[in-house]
């Protein structure tokens, strides 16, 4: 850094890209160059900042000093202190405002995209994880944090949905059968009805569900429970009629 006003614009290019993700409502690629030069400008603050520290605090055991030159000295050294501490200080935080707005999207993305249903949770658990449910446009966005988010996160859904939400655990509690509730399922518009009409758009296979296999091939109509299928729905395979 070749002087102390180029301070803190690297961070300022990162906020600017996360607004215009937010103008547009995109999840643009995710920027690890400009990542990577931040913690760069970060280090050698971090050096700076040490390096003005100890010229500011001479030994105690020097004695050619004066306490009144002592104070002198670290008054002289204290806006260098300060610039430096407050330009670290911004660029953490525009490191985490860029990151958590990047997780939100990707949150928002996994229930929009049908991710968040069982199907994407049980792919999950098989070892897929919720990036391999994610179009391929999104996957090529991601950084490798945050394909370990979106696994974390679907598994940690599947876990609660399993252990909190299903008859099994119900009857662990000494409850009986409990009715299961869908927690992946989406909440924009309630279901009316638990069963529902659908006509497969596209092929989407074999698919186990509460009146066990049926195989949803283009054309076909079929009642089902709509909790086994939401996430087709989803995902454009079936069109609710």
């Known amino acids: 850094m070749s002087n102390a006003s180029q301070y803190g614009d690297l961070a300022t290019q990162l906020l600017t890209e996360s607004r215009r993700s937010t103008a547009t409502n995109t999840l643009l690629k995710y920027n690890d160059v400009l990542v990577r030069a931040i913690i760069r400008e970060q280090r050698d603050l971090d050096a700076r900042l040490e390096s003005a520290l100890a010229r500011s605090a001479p030994d105690d055991d020097d004695?050619?000093?004066?306490?009144?030159?002592?104070?002198?000295?670290?008054?002289?050294?204290?806006?260098?202190?300060?610039?430096?501490?407050?330009?670290?200080?911004?660029?953490?935080r525009c490191l985490l405002a860029y990151h958590h707005h990047r997780l939100e999207l990707l949150k928002d993305l996994y229930w929009s995209t049908g991710a968040g249903s069982t199907a994407a949770a049980s792919a999950a658990a098989a070892g897929g994880g919720a990036a391999a449910a994610a179009p391929q446009d999104v996957r090529s966005k991601l950084s490798p944090h945050e394909v370990d988010f979106l696994r974390s996160y679907a598994d940690s859904l599947r876990i609660l949905r399993?252990?909190?939400?299903?008859?099994?655990?119900?009857?662990?509690?000494?409850?009986?059968?409990?009715?299961?509730i869908d927690l992946l399922a989406p909440i924009s518009h309630p279901p009316k009805d638990l069963q529902v009409h659908v006509r497969v758009v596209r092929d989407c296979g074999v698919v186990y569900t509460e009146l066990g296999?049926?195989?949803?091939?283009?054309?076909?109509?079929?009642?089902?429970?709509?909790?086994?299928?939401?996430?087709?729905?989803?995902?454009?395979?079936?069109?609710?009629?």
Do not use: C
Not at 78 to 91: D, F, G, V
Not at 162 to 180: K, L, V, Y
Not at 232 to 241: D, K, P, S
């Open 63 to 92: 004695y050619s000093l004066t306490d009144a030159e002592r104070e002198e000295l670290k008054n002289r050294w204290m806006p260098t202190i300060l610039l430096y501490q407050t330009a670290i200080l911004r660029n953490k």
């Open 162 to 180: 399993e252990e909190a939400f299903s008859s099994a655990a119900g009857a662990a509690a000494g409850e009986g059968i409990t009715e299961d």
């Open 213 to 241: 296999a049926i195989d949803f091939k283009r054309g076909h109509r079929f009642l089902v429970r709509r909790a086994d299928i939401e996430h087709l729905i989803v995902q454009g395979y079936l069109e609710e009629l």
